[in-house]
T-cell receptor, first 112, second 118 residues
Framework: SQKIEQNSEALNIQEGKTATLTCNYT??????LQWYRQDPGRGPVFLLL?????KEKRKERLKVTFDTTLKQSLFHITASQPADSATYLC???????????FGSGTRLSIRP | GAVVSQHPSRVICKSGTSVKIECRSL??????MFWYRQFPKQSLMLMAT?????????EQGVEKDKFLINHASLTLSTLTVTSAHPEDSSFYIC??????????????FGPGTRLTVL
Protein backbone atom coordinates (compact mmCIF):
# COMPACT_ATOMS: atom_id res chain seq x y z
CA SER A 1 0.00 0.00 0.00
CA GLN A 2 1.04 3.58 -0.52
CA LYS A 3 3.16 5.13 2.23
CA ILE A 4 3.84 8.77 2.80
CA GLU A 5 6.63 9.86 5.08
CA GLN A 6 7.18 13.33 6.38
CA ASN A 7 10.63 12.86 7.71
CA SER A 8 10.61 15.29 10.57
CA GLU A 9 7.96 15.07 13.21
CA ALA A 10 9.04 18.49 14.43
CA LEU A 11 11.22 21.26 13.08
CA ASN A 12 12.42 24.34 14.97
CA ILE A 13 14.03 27.21 13.16
CA GLN A 14 14.92 30.85 13.73
CA GLU A 15 12.66 33.57 12.43
CA GLY A 16 13.77 34.87 9.07
CA LYS A 17 15.35 31.61 7.95
CA THR A 18 13.93 29.33 5.28
CA ALA A 19 12.02 26.32 6.57
CA THR A 20 12.25 23.21 4.41
CA LEU A 21 9.91 20.30 4.96
CA THR A 22 10.23 16.93 3.23
CA CYS A 23 7.61 14.51 1.97
CA ASN A 24 8.56 11.12 0.56
CA TYR A 25 6.25 8.49 -0.86
CA THR A 26 6.51 4.93 -2.07
CA UNK A 27 5.07 3.13 -5.05
CA UNK A 28 3.28 5.09 -7.72
CA UNK A 29 3.67 8.79 -8.23
CA UNK A 30 0.46 10.68 -7.64
CA UNK A 31 -1.07 12.89 -10.26
CA UNK A 32 -1.20 15.70 -7.72
CA LEU A 33 0.63 16.46 -4.53
CA GLN A 34 -0.78 18.94 -2.06
CA TRP A 35 0.38 20.73 1.04
CA TYR A 36 -1.92 21.79 3.86
CA ARG A 37 -1.47 23.77 7.03
CA GLN A 38 -3.19 22.65 10.21
CA ASP A 39 -3.34 24.64 13.43
CA PRO A 40 -4.10 22.93 16.76
CA GLY A 41 -7.74 21.99 17.09
CA ARG A 42 -8.56 23.16 13.57
CA GLY A 43 -9.15 21.56 10.21
CA PRO A 44 -6.46 21.61 7.49
CA VAL A 45 -6.19 24.60 5.20
CA PHE A 46 -5.14 24.06 1.58
CA LEU A 47 -1.91 25.82 0.58
CA LEU A 48 -0.54 24.55 -2.71
CA LEU A 49 -1.05 21.85 -5.30
CA UNK A 50 1.59 20.63 -7.74
CA UNK A 51 1.06 18.23 -10.62
CA UNK A 52 3.36 15.35 -11.48
CA UNK A 53 4.54 17.12 -14.62
CA UNK A 54 5.44 20.27 -12.72
CA LYS A 55 8.77 20.65 -10.98
CA GLU A 56 8.09 23.73 -8.93
CA LYS A 57 5.20 25.91 -7.81
CA ARG A 58 5.33 29.17 -5.86
CA LYS A 59 2.84 31.22 -3.89
CA GLU A 60 4.11 34.28 -2.06
CA ARG A 61 6.68 32.99 0.47
CA LEU A 62 5.86 29.36 -0.24
CA LYS A 63 7.57 27.09 -2.73
CA VAL A 64 6.90 23.45 -3.49
CA THR A 65 8.99 21.11 -5.59
CA PHE A 66 8.02 17.70 -6.91
CA ASP A 67 10.62 15.14 -7.98
CA THR A 68 8.99 11.98 -9.30
CA THR A 69 12.37 10.29 -9.72
CA LEU A 70 13.22 10.71 -6.05
CA LYS A 71 9.54 10.31 -5.12
CA GLN A 72 9.85 13.41 -3.03
CA SER A 73 8.34 16.82 -2.52
CA LEU A 74 9.98 19.68 -0.67
CA PHE A 75 7.99 22.51 0.88
CA HIS A 76 9.82 25.76 1.58
CA ILE A 77 8.75 28.80 3.58
CA THR A 78 11.11 31.70 3.03
CA ALA A 79 11.56 34.57 5.49
CA SER A 80 9.76 32.48 8.09
CA GLN A 81 7.72 34.18 10.79
CA PRO A 82 6.39 32.97 14.15
CA ALA A 83 2.91 33.05 12.60
CA ASP A 84 4.03 30.27 10.26
CA SER A 85 4.23 27.91 13.24
CA ALA A 86 1.79 25.09 12.58
CA THR A 87 1.66 21.48 11.43
CA TYR A 88 2.13 21.04 7.71
CA LEU A 89 0.62 18.03 5.97
CA CYS A 90 1.68 16.52 2.68
CA UNK A 91 -1.12 14.82 0.76
CA UNK A 92 -1.29 12.71 -2.38
CA UNK A 93 -4.10 12.62 -4.90
CA UNK A 94 -4.02 10.00 -7.63
CA UNK A 95 -6.71 11.47 -9.81
CA UNK A 96 -9.01 14.45 -9.74
CA UNK A 97 -11.78 12.27 -8.35
CA UNK A 98 -9.79 10.17 -5.91
CA UNK A 99 -9.47 10.46 -2.16
CA UNK A 100 -6.59 12.29 -0.53
CA UNK A 101 -3.94 10.33 1.33
CA PHE A 102 -2.33 12.37 4.08
CA GLY A 103 1.11 12.18 5.59
CA SER A 104 1.51 12.37 9.35
CA GLY A 105 2.64 15.98 9.28
CA THR A 106 5.59 18.04 10.43
CA ARG A 107 5.13 20.40 13.36
CA LEU A 108 7.00 23.58 12.50
CA SER A 109 7.98 26.07 15.18
CA ILE A 110 9.48 29.42 14.28
CA ARG A 111 11.20 31.09 17.21
CA PRO A 112 11.54 34.87 17.33
CA GLY B 1 -12.45 30.92 -0.65
CA ALA B 2 -15.05 28.25 0.00
CA VAL B 3 -16.18 27.81 3.58
CA VAL B 4 -17.18 24.62 5.33
CA SER B 5 -18.74 24.73 8.76
CA GLN B 6 -19.18 22.03 11.35
CA HIS B 7 -21.49 21.88 14.30
CA PRO B 8 -20.98 21.38 17.14
CA SER B 9 -17.33 22.28 17.61
CA ARG B 10 -17.16 20.33 20.85
CA VAL B 11 -19.39 17.69 22.35
CA ILE B 12 -19.16 15.66 25.51
CA CYS B 13 -21.52 12.76 25.92
CA LYS B 14 -22.08 9.72 28.05
CA SER B 15 -21.16 6.26 26.88
CA GLY B 16 -24.00 4.62 24.99
CA THR B 17 -25.55 7.78 23.61
CA SER B 18 -25.57 8.89 19.98
CA VAL B 19 -24.04 12.08 18.68
CA LYS B 20 -24.78 13.85 15.43
CA ILE B 21 -22.26 16.13 13.74
CA GLU B 22 -23.30 18.43 10.91
CA CYS B 23 -21.11 19.55 8.04
CA ARG B 24 -22.23 22.34 5.74
CA SER B 25 -20.71 23.91 2.66
CA LEU B 26 -21.71 27.54 3.01
CA UNK B 27 -21.05 29.08 -0.37
CA UNK B 28 -20.71 26.23 -2.82
CA UNK B 29 -22.39 22.99 -3.74
CA UNK B 30 -20.52 19.96 -2.49
CA UNK B 31 -21.05 16.94 -4.67
CA UNK B 32 -18.75 14.91 -2.46
CA MET B 33 -18.14 15.12 1.25
CA PHE B 34 -15.54 13.29 3.24
CA TRP B 35 -15.39 12.42 6.92
CA TYR B 36 -12.06 12.05 8.69
CA ARG B 37 -10.99 11.15 12.18
CA GLN B 38 -7.77 12.40 13.76
CA PHE B 39 -6.19 11.16 16.95
CA PRO B 40 -3.65 13.31 18.83
CA LYS B 41 -0.39 13.77 16.96
CA GLN B 42 -1.59 11.57 14.13
CA SER B 43 -2.64 12.30 10.61
CA LEU B 44 -6.15 12.43 9.26
CA MET B 45 -7.70 9.05 8.60
CA LEU B 46 -10.46 8.92 6.03
CA MET B 47 -13.56 7.23 7.39
CA ALA B 48 -15.99 7.53 4.52
CA THR B 49 -16.84 9.32 1.30
CA UNK B 50 -20.35 10.39 0.52
CA UNK B 51 -21.95 11.68 -2.64
CA UNK B 52 -25.18 13.60 -2.50
CA UNK B 53 -28.17 11.35 -2.69
CA UNK B 54 -26.32 8.06 -2.51
CA UNK B 55 -24.97 5.77 0.16
CA UNK B 56 -21.62 6.52 1.69
CA UNK B 57 -18.55 4.47 0.87
CA UNK B 58 -16.75 3.44 4.02
CA GLU B 59 -13.05 2.75 4.39
CA GLN B 60 -11.89 -0.63 5.52
CA GLY B 61 -12.29 -1.10 9.23
CA VAL B 62 -14.92 1.60 9.68
CA GLU B 63 -18.25 0.25 10.88
CA LYS B 64 -21.03 1.68 8.77
CA ASP B 65 -23.67 0.83 11.37
CA LYS B 66 -21.77 2.74 14.00
CA PHE B 67 -20.91 5.77 11.94
CA LEU B 68 -24.03 6.70 10.03
CA ILE B 69 -23.54 9.20 7.25
CA ASN B 70 -26.30 11.07 5.48
CA HIS B 71 -25.64 13.39 2.56
CA ALA B 72 -29.13 14.64 1.98
CA SER B 73 -28.35 17.78 0.02
CA LEU B 74 -25.52 19.45 -1.86
CA THR B 75 -24.70 21.56 1.17
CA LEU B 76 -25.23 19.25 4.12
CA SER B 77 -23.81 15.98 5.35
CA THR B 78 -24.23 14.51 8.81
CA LEU B 79 -22.22 11.96 10.74
CA THR B 80 -23.95 10.18 13.59
CA VAL B 81 -21.83 8.23 16.03
CA THR B 82 -24.23 5.67 17.43
CA SER B 83 -23.86 4.14 20.88
CA ALA B 84 -20.65 6.07 21.44
CA HIS B 85 -17.92 4.62 23.62
CA PRO B 86 -14.79 6.23 25.09
CA GLU B 87 -12.65 4.82 22.28
CA ASP B 88 -14.72 6.88 19.82
CA SER B 89 -13.38 10.03 21.44
CA SER B 90 -11.50 11.85 18.72
CA PHE B 91 -11.38 14.90 16.48
CA TYR B 92 -13.79 14.49 13.57
CA ILE B 93 -13.27 16.63 10.49
CA CYS B 94 -15.38 16.86 7.38
CA UNK B 95 -14.37 18.19 4.02
CA UNK B 96 -16.29 19.08 0.91
CA UNK B 97 -15.45 19.03 -2.75
CA UNK B 98 -17.36 20.93 -5.40
CA UNK B 99 -18.36 20.14 -8.94
CA UNK B 100 -15.56 18.56 -10.93
CA UNK B 101 -13.69 20.60 -13.54
CA UNK B 102 -10.48 20.08 -15.46
CA UNK B 103 -8.46 20.50 -12.27
CA UNK B 104 -8.97 18.42 -9.17
CA UNK B 105 -11.32 20.41 -7.05
CA UNK B 106 -9.76 21.37 -3.80
CA UNK B 107 -11.19 19.79 -0.72
CA UNK B 108 -12.19 22.41 1.78
CA PHE B 109 -12.08 21.30 5.36
CA GLY B 110 -14.35 22.15 8.23
CA PRO B 111 -12.98 23.34 11.57
CA GLY B 112 -13.51 19.94 13.18
CA THR B 113 -15.56 18.58 16.05
CA ARG B 114 -13.94 17.39 19.26
CA LEU B 115 -15.92 14.43 20.61
CA THR B 116 -15.33 13.25 24.16
CA VAL B 117 -17.20 10.18 25.36
CA LEU B 118 -17.22 9.69 29.10
Amino acid sequence: SQKIEQNSEALNIQEGKTATLTCNYTNYSPAYLQWYRQDPGRGPVFLLLIRENEKEKRKERLKVTFDTTLKQSLFHITASQPADSATYLCALLYSSASKIIFGSGTRLSIRP
Amino acid sequence: GAVVSQHPSRVICKSGTSVKIECRSLDFQATTMFWYRQFPKQSLMLMATSNEGSKATYEQGVEKDKFLINHASLTLSTLTVTSAHPEDSSFYICSARGLAGGEPDTQYFGPGTRLTVL
